[in-house]
């Protein structure tokens, strides 16, 4: 069995390059979907015979976006269009597009004008998750996804060949879980950056590779003699927390990540897909089940911040860290009540800012810094 | 022997030395911040003042922006701990504090040994900072020190947006070409950081005593625009500016005791 630190060092390259990995995808003779966050159903993708894979965006200043995206636009999306209009995404077949959003309403639309070249599969989550026709409505909105991925790839997706996906995908976000419970026993040696590595690498693996590649991880820290470690803890929030930079302030600081609601990171991975009487039926029954989270509308609006409540105190930290994604205005909605609720469950919280269009990250640094100090 | 706090600004830098008492030797603030001379400078004047030689300095601790950059320091600790400290020595009582710093503002709630409880800072956007204020006096053609005597005057502050100091640039450029009087532009502008302060202290819930910190606290038309937006009584210390150094130069000061007692 390979050591801790050269897992980690792997989970690290595929973080950092994805494009290598999409290079090998294609010259293997497979077809890559992309798929914008959050909850893109990709084990239709899977399904399909197709590698999807997760765009995060990246750091950059952007220059093409701005014809069809103004300043004011989620700071992750137009780096996303502006990566897509400079050709960085050139050897994907299609992207996936859940419109989650107000930005994702315009951003299809920019998205089918600044990249032509690369099919946009656009589908809508209903929010008003309650009402009895949401689900057929939800079904109907990933029949079409489905006929999409079909076109594409020539496959038919059968509802055998979906529901195995499906398992392999509950698979996947237990072996997640089953990392991040135990990543906690070893934080000497797992570092925020090198959790934060783990997660975005497993969103640019098939999902089996995934699953043997994270069990593999988890398996070899098991193997090492439990850290107690004597710092300050913090749970994360928030669409992204990156650049490394970021992350690297809170090892700095002796501050440890013992867990994270960052929908690039656990987010995705906390709700299994339900059984139900069809793989498209779990599919939409799985929009259902999410909780917490700034993309689905919730009634009971402490919800998210209860949820963050009771994450930090089970993982032993003191404070919820809002990584706040530059103009992200579902994350901005649900701040104000998710402090109220942490303050009331006696814990500390503070933001720190997000931005993919600057490396500048020294408030971070002051703010994180300020939190370790007192 | 001594301790020293320096505070390496965006836009100022300010340093306090300490005897071994904890009783302030010299204090001392140069206009311009990191990335110029002006560390350098104020940390010569300031030992000038007090009449000693780096070498008679056992420790010093450097805040504020530039804080990584000062050569020979012994350590460093964020801003925010370093005003909560210093407001909390000037000001005892004090549980909330407002700093509004060249380029970001500060709200933290503090205890009752100056130790940060909570606090907020905006986030990349120089609304409602010093550099807003600098900006808006330059449009006015005035110095940034005479926006508080003219907003006094005012009998109709203008409208001015917090949202944004590029937004609030064209404002003003538009409140001159139509004639309306300097004294209510600066009181619209001062209103308009109050504005946006004011909302960072909702965030972190306001208990008093407050106190601001700070160079900006020195203006007292933008003091009194802020004590309208929160409605509290807002002090302020003579020496606001010097809080981050003075922070900065009693953790140094504690840092030097705990050393010599641990090299007997």
Same mark, same amino acid.
């Given at each position: 069995m390979a050591d801790?630190?050269?897992?980690?060092?792997?989970?690290?390259?595929?973080?950092?390059?994805?494009?290598?990995?999409?290079k090998e995808y294609v010259e293997a003779g497979e077809k890559v979907i992309a798929c914008f966050p959050i909850y893109t159903p990709q084990p239709l993708v899977t399904a399909a015979g197709m590698v999807p894979m997760g765009i995060w965006g990246g750091q950059c200043n952007p220059q093409l976006a701005g014809k069809y995206s103004p300043i004011f636009t989620c700071s992750l999306l137009r780096s996303c269009l502006e990566f897509g209009m400079t050709g960085v995404y050139k050897d994907v077949s299609a992207v996936v597009m859940p419109i989650i959003c107000d930005t994702f309403r315009g951003m299809n639309s920019a998205w089918r004008a600044g990249v032509p070249d690369i099919r946009s599969i656009t589908f809508i989550y209903p929010q008003n998750r309650k009402d009895p026709g949401? #689900?057929?409505?939800?079904?109907?909105?990933?029949?079409?996804?489905?006929?999409?991925?079909e076109d594409i790839s020539g496959n038919t997706v059968t509802n055998e060949k979906l529901q195995t996906a499906i398992r392999l995908y509950n698979r996947k976000n237990a072996a997640m879980r089953a990392f991040c419970r135990t990543a906690n026993d070893h934080l000497d040696l797992v570092k925020p950056a090198d959790r934060h590595h783990v997660m975005k690498a497993v969103t640019f693996l098939k999902p089996e590779r995934a699953v043997e590649m994270v069990s593999e991880l988890t398996a070899a820290?098991?193997?090492?003699?439990?850290?107690?470690?004597?710092?300050?803890?913090?749970?994360?929030?928030?669409?992204?927390?990156?650049?490394?930079?970021?992350?690297?302030?809170?090892?700095?600081?002796?501050?440890?990540?013992?867990?994270?609601?960052?929908?690039?990171?656990? #987010?995705?991975? #906390?709700?299994?897909?339900?059984?139900?009487?069809?793989?498209?039926?779990?599919?939409?029954?799985?929009?259902?089940?999410?909780?917490?989270?700034?993309?689905?509308h919730d009634d009971n609006n402490t919800a998210r911040g209860d949820m963050l409540a009771a994450m930090a105190k089970e993982a032993g930290a003191d404070c919820v860290v809002l990584c706040m994604m530059r103009f992200c205005e579902i994350e901005e909605y649900d701040q104000p009540s998710v402090i109220t609720q942490l303050e009331k469950a006696g814990l500390?919280?503070?933001?720190i800012d997000i931005d993919q269009s600057t490396s500048d990250s020294g408030q971070a640094l002051t703010k994180i810094q300020a939190y370790a100090e007192n | 022997m001594f301790a020293a706090g320096i505070d390496i600004g965006s836009t100022a830098s300010k340093a306090v030395i300490l005897d071994g008492d904890g009783q302030v030797k010299a204090k001392a603030t140069v206009p311009i911040g990191t990335g110029t001379a002006g560390p350098e400078r104020v940390f010569g004047q300031v030992m000038e003042l007090a009449g000693i030689a780096r070498d008679d300095v056992a420790w010093i601790t450097a805040t504020g922006y530039g804080r990584f950059s000062f050569e020979g320091i012994n350590d460093q600790k964020s801003e925010l701990s370093c005003h909560a400290k210093g407001i909390s020595h000037l000001l005892p009582g004090t549980r909330t504090?407002?700093?509004?710093?060249?380029?970001?503002? &500060?709200?933290?709630?503090?205890?009752? &040994?100056?130790?940060?409880?909570?606090?907020?800072?905006?986030d990349k956007c120089a609304a409602g900072t010093g550099r807003f204020l600098d900006t808006m006096a330059k449009v006015l053609d005035v110095e940034v020190s005479a926006?508080?005597?003219?907003?006094?005057?005012?009998?109709?502050?203008?409208?001015?947006?917090?949202?944004?100091? @590029?937004?609030?640039?064209?404002?003003?450029?538009? &409140?001159?070409?139509?004639?309306?009087?300097?004294?209510?532009?600066?009181?619209?502008?001062? &209103?308009?950081?109050?504005?946006?302060?004011?909302?960072? @202290?909702?965030?972190?819930?306001i208990q008093p005593d407050v106190a601001m910190s700070g160079g900006v606290?020195?203006?007292?038309?933008? @003091?009194?625009?802020?004590?309208?937006?929160?409605?509290?009584?807002?002090?302020?210390?003579?020496?606001?500016?010097?809080?981050?150094?003075l922070g900065a130069a009693l953790f140094a000061l504690h840092s030097m005791r705990n050393c010599e007692s641990y090299t007997g």
């Amino acid at each position: 069995m390979a050591d801790v630190k050269s897992l980690l060092a792997q989970f690290e390259e595929i973080s950092k390059n994805p494009q290598k990995l999409v290079k090998e995808y294609v010259e293997a003779g497979e077809k890559v979907i992309a798929c914008f966050p959050i909850y893109t159903p990709q084990p239709l993708v899977t399904a399909a015979g197709m590698v999807p894979m997760g765009i995060w965006g990246g750091q950059c200043n952007p220059q093409l976006a701005g014809k069809y995206s103004p300043i004011f636009t989620c700071s992750l999306l137009r780096s996303c269009l502006e990566f897509g209009m400079t050709g960085v995404y050139k050897d994907v077949s299609a992207v996936v597009m859940p419109i989650i959003c107000d930005t994702f309403r315009g951003m299809n639309s920019a998205w089918r004008a600044g990249v032509p070249d690369i099919r946009s599969i656009t589908f809508i989550y209903p929010q008003n998750r309650k009402d009895p026709g949401a #689900r057929d409505f939800l079904i109907e909105e990933l029949k079409a996804v489905r006929e999409a991925l079909e076109d594409i790839s020539g496959n038919t997706v059968t509802n055998e060949k979906l529901q195995t996906a499906i398992r392999l995908y509950n698979r996947k976000n237990a072996a997640m879980r089953a990392f991040c419970r135990t990543a906690n026993d070893h934080l000497d040696l797992v570092k925020p950056a090198d959790r934060h590595h783990v997660m975005k690498a497993v969103t640019f693996l098939k999902p089996e590779r995934a699953v043997e590649m994270v069990s593999e991880l988890t398996a070899a820290l098991n193997a090492e003699p439990v850290h107690r470690f004597a710092g300050k803890k913090v749970v994360l929030t928030g669409i992204t927390c990156e650049p490394d930079d970021i992350l690297g302030y809170f090892d700095q600081c002796g501050v440890a990540v013992v867990g994270d609601d960052l929908a690039q990171e656990s #987010r995705q991975y #906390r709700t299994d897909y339900p059984s139900a009487n069809s793989g498209m039926e779990s599919l939409a029954l799985h929009w259902f089940g999410v909780k917490g989270c700034s993309s689905a509308h919730d009634d009971n609006n402490t919800a998210r911040g209860d949820m963050l409540a009771a994450m930090a105190k089970e993982a032993g930290a003191d404070c919820v860290v809002l990584c706040m994604m530059r103009f992200c205005e579902i994350e901005e909605y649900d701040q104000p009540s998710v402090i109220t609720q942490l303050e009331k469950a006696g814990l500390m919280s503070f933001s720190i800012d997000i931005d993919q269009s600057t490396s500048d990250s020294g408030q971070a640094l002051t703010k994180i810094q300020a939190y370790a100090e007192n | 022997m001594f301790a020293a706090g320096i505070d390496i600004g965006s836009t100022a830098s300010k340093a306090v030395i300490l005897d071994g008492d904890g009783q302030v030797k010299a204090k001392a603030t140069v206009p311009i911040g990191t990335g110029t001379a002006g560390p350098e400078r104020v940390f010569g004047q300031v030992m000038e003042l007090a009449g000693i030689a780096r070498d008679d300095v056992a420790w010093i601790t450097a805040t504020g922006y530039g804080r990584f950059s000062f050569e020979g320091i012994n350590d460093q600790k964020s801003e925010l701990s370093c005003h909560a400290k210093g407001i909390s020595h000037l000001l005892p009582g004090t549980r909330t504090i407002i700093d509004i710093g060249g380029q970001d503002i &500060k709200v933290m709630r503090i205890g009752d &040994k100056g130790q940060l409880l909570n606090f907020v800072m905006n986030d990349k956007c120089a609304a409602g900072t010093g550099r807003f204020l600098d900006t808006m006096a330059k449009v006015l053609d005035v110095e940034v020190s005479a926006l508080s005597g003219l907003s006094f005057q005012a009998d109709e502050p203008a409208e001015i947006s917090s949202t944004c100091t @590029v937004f609030a640039e064209s404002e003003v450029i538009s &409140k001159l070409a139509a004639k309306i009087r300097l004294e209510n532009i600066a009181a619209g502008i001062h &209103k308009s950081v109050a504005r946006r302060v004011a909302s960072l @202290v909702q965030r972190v819930g306001i208990q008093p005593d407050v106190a601001m910190s700070g160079g900006v606290a020195l203006n007292s038309g933008l @003091v009194r625009s802020l004590e309208e937006e929160v409605r509290c009584h807002i002090r302020v210390h003579e020496d606001c500016q010097l809080a981050g150094a003075l922070g900065a130069a009693l953790f140094a000061l504690h840092s030097m005791r705990n050393c010599e007692s641990y090299t007997g």
